[in-house]
């Protein structure tokens, strides 16, 4: 079956599109607006995308398709306010009070504090993140970009992370995969762990060619 984009409805690609190019990572994003009132959000339009300069990137779309109204989401407000916001990422203690964030609450109700969480300050900026996140990555805007009136991207530049001290090795500072388990999205209220894990080495040309010979 192919699926040509131009002649499905906007419900349909979101649909489709979410459901195929899965999982995705869950950033609970802390801001904060310009009276210093926080707020939190879930988003899986979300990854890391370089490491010099370390940048994630999130995808905002707007609450409704009226060209109208502002109704850019309060997060995207914030960000482009202030500057700055965290990355909380999420993993099992964390997963319903993430859910619990993405409730459309009113605007100055910070919902991280409503589902439970305690906010913790940052180094760099001036936003809190969420205490009881196993990593908290704290951004700083890099560079927005307008996919069309309704949706745009976000790029933070990463200048800090928060680390829960049991998910790394003390001595060699590799993460410990068994003590980091961050919820994915899969769809609509669909999610998933990571379940099981392997290695696969690349082979360099001569390897590859050593094993088509058997
Ligand atoms: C797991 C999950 C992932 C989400 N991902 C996104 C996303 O990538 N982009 C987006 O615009 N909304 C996303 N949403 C919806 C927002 O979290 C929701 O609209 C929220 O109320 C926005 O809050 P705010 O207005 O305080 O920013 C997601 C919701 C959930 C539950």
């Known amino acids: 079956m192919e699926l040509v984009l131009d002649e499905l409805s906007l419900q349909e690609k979101y649909k489709f599109l979410s459901a195929l190019v899965i999982p995705r990572p869950i950033a609970l994003v802390s801001s904060r607006d310009a ?9 899986s339009f979300f990854n890391l995308f370089s490491e010099e300069p ?3 990137v999130l995808g905002f779309s707007s609450r409704s398709e009226d060209e109208d109204t502002d109704s850019r989401k309060d997060t995207l407000k914030n960000i482009e306010r202030v500057g700055a916001f965290v990355i909380n990422m999420v ?5 319903v009070g993430m859910n619990t964030c ?3 609450f009113p605007p100055g109700v910070n919902e991280a504090e409503a589902a439970g969480f305690t906010m913790a300050p940052c180094r760099f900026v001036d936003v809190k993140r969420i205490a ?12 927005r970009i307008e996919l069309s009136y309704r949706r745009a991207l976000v790029l933070g530049e990463v200048l800090c992370v928060h ?7 003390p001595k060699t500072k590799r993460v410990i995969p068994e003590k980091y388990d961050p919820l994915a999205r899969l769809y609509g209220t669909h999610y998933a762990w990571l379940g099981e894990r392997f290695q696969m080495a690349i082979d ?3 390897e590859w060619k050593a094993k088509q010979k058997g």
């Open 35 to 43: 009276s210093g009132r926080h707020n939190a959000a879930p988003f």
């Open 54 to 56: 370390a940048v994630v």
């Open 91 to 95: 993993d099992r203690g964390m997963a």
């Open 102 to 104: 993405a409730t459309q």
């Open 132 to 143: 009881e996140a196993p990593v908290s990555l704290e951004c700083r805007l890099f560079q």
């Open 163 to 169: 680390v829960r001290d049991d998910i790394l090795d």
């Open 204 to 206: 360099s040309h001569d």
